[in-house]
């Protein structure tokens, strides 16, 4: 291979790790999106499946079925997530207050 030959494979070789590298980008967040959620935007919506629960918050500190007839005809399933430390002066998902998340079936209904 020539010397010109090798400098062109490197060079493509370059652009295609960057090309890949800024693909995987999501947008950046604005100054005023980073004063709302300065560790990310975790919050949970009604009708996310549990697994997208837990790829956002990681697994629950306690699971259990609970009964509430005058909210839900029907028992429900309670993760527990514990506050992490409650001097954090924001709203920062569960890590400032302990969350209670509610699920019939798969799907998250609740949320306190």
Sequence with gaps: MSNKGFMVLIA???LAVFAYGCSMLESIPSPVEVM???????TLKTGMT???????????????TVEDKKRWPDPREMWVYHSQTS???IDADYLSKTRSLYFDGNYLTDQE
Aim: aromatic share 8%.
């Design 12 to 14: 493509v070789s370059v």
């Design 50 to 64: 549990k697994q997208e629960v837990e790829s956002k918050w990681g697994k629950p500190d306690s699971v259990s």
């Design 36 to 42: 709302k959620y300065p560790l990310g935007k975790t």
């Design 87 to 89: 001097s954090i002066p």
